[in-house]
């Protein structure tokens, strides 16, 4: 997981608590420029997927591979410089008067089918 230097909530203890020591496994990395962030994982082969409301179908891209999921901030969403240097834009189709979901709720849906695609025999 990369993350900013700045401007983000950082409560390790909650986020401990909440992901029951899950959180340990994850590495994390802090990042002062994201778009700096973005040019290094893609010249390391990432293809580099945004989640946005406005994308195509989660389950209509090859998520196979070395794979990283840009998110947003909830309300704000991702940043227009770092849409534009994304390979794609995804999102999770919804039904009804929904039409976004909080940020943990989309990171688990974008996440686990990332992972259903990877070990998906094909």
């Known amino acids: 997981m990369i993350t900013r230097k700045r401007r983000i909530a950082k409560y390790a203890e909650v986020i ?42 989660l ?3 090859d998520l196979r591979g070395r794979t990283a999921v840009i998110l947003g901030g909830e309300g704000s969403g991702i940043s227009k410089i770092l849409k534009e240097n994304c390979d794609a834009l995804i999102s999770i189709p919804s039904k009804g008067r929904l039409d976004s979901l909080n940020v ?17 025999k094909g």
Not at 29 to 42: G, T, W, Y
Not at 109 to 119: A, C, K, N
């Open 59 to 61: 389950w209509s891209k």
């Open 104 to 120: 943990s709720v989309a990171a688990g849906v974008l996440f686990y089918e990332v992972m259903r695609q990877g070990i998906k």
């Open 16 to 57: 401990s608590k909440t992901s029951s020591g899950a959180s340990a496994w994850v590495p994390v990395a802090e990042a002062a420029n994201l778009l700096r962030a973005v040019e290094i994982l893609k010249d390391g082969g990432f293809w580099v997927y945004g989640a946005d409301t406005e994308g195509e179908e």
